[in-house]
């Protein structure tokens, strides 16, 4: 997910991009004080989703939302601004939610369930996934890279079982030779799925994986 953060004070700024990563661990964001910049950096890259300061030196937040209109309709626009008397002029220009500052990733999550559009899948931020030889995962055309070797392995048996359950007791006997399911090893197995899930977050994947509790025990 492309996301754009705009406002003319660093600070303010920085507040808003903190929150939005906290919000969205996998997105990308680009920040900008200058709205000027900020609409040249639009003229050649993809923006899902605008955080925009309204009261801004220069260009208003109203005014960039109808010069980002021109150049990406798609783009959806959420205000955010320490101002509450722009609010029916904020929504008459397509804004999808208006927050007020200083905005938390609770309110940044709610405003994402006001989308006025649907979030375009660019086929080039995707995960491909190599069986033939050695067993490869890639994103945008580079290798991803598992934090540990288990991991990997443990994402190359769940790819060859091709959607099928998986139970914990399962997976251990497939990663560690003796097969002895201890507390320790399942201990272990959790600290595998964690670092999987997490390393499949950043590129969007991460609801591949399905956890699952059945008779006190995980099944993937």
């Known amino acids: 997910m492309n996301i754009l953060a705009v406002d003319d004070e660093e600070l303010p700024l920085r507040l808003l991009v903190d929150s939005i990563s906290k919000a969205i661990p996998s997105a990308e964001i680009h920040s900008f004080q200058d709205p000027n910049e900020a609409l040249e950096h639009l003229s050649t890259n993809q923006c899902d989703i605008a955080f925009l300061d309204i009261e801004m030196r220069g260009m208003t937040g109203l005014e960039f939302s ?54 375009r899948n660019d086929s080039t931020n995707r995960i491909r996934i190599q069986c033939f030889g050695n067993f490869e995962v890639f994103y945008n055309g580079k290798p991803l890279a598992f934090k540990r070797i288990k991991t990997r392995e443990l994402f190359a048996y769940l790819v060859d079982r091709a959607g099928a359950g998986v139970i914990s007791g399962e997976l251990i006997s497939v990663l560690w030779e003796d097969g002895l399911n201890t507390h320790s090893r399942q201990s272990n197995l959790r600290n595998l799925i964690s670092d999987m899930k997490k390393t499949l977050a950043e590129t969007d994947a991460d609801d591949v994986i399905i956890k699952k509790r059945q008779n006190n025990s995980d099944r993937l």
């Open 66 to 119: 109808r010069k980002l209109k021109d150049i990406s309709p798609q783009t959806n626009i959420i205000f955010v601004t320490g101002h509450t008397e722009y609010a029916v002029d904020a929504f008459r220009v397509g804004a999808s939610d208006y927050l007020l500052k200083p905005p938390t990733p609770e309110s940044v999550l709610q405003a994402l369930e006001q989308l006025r559009n649907p979030i």
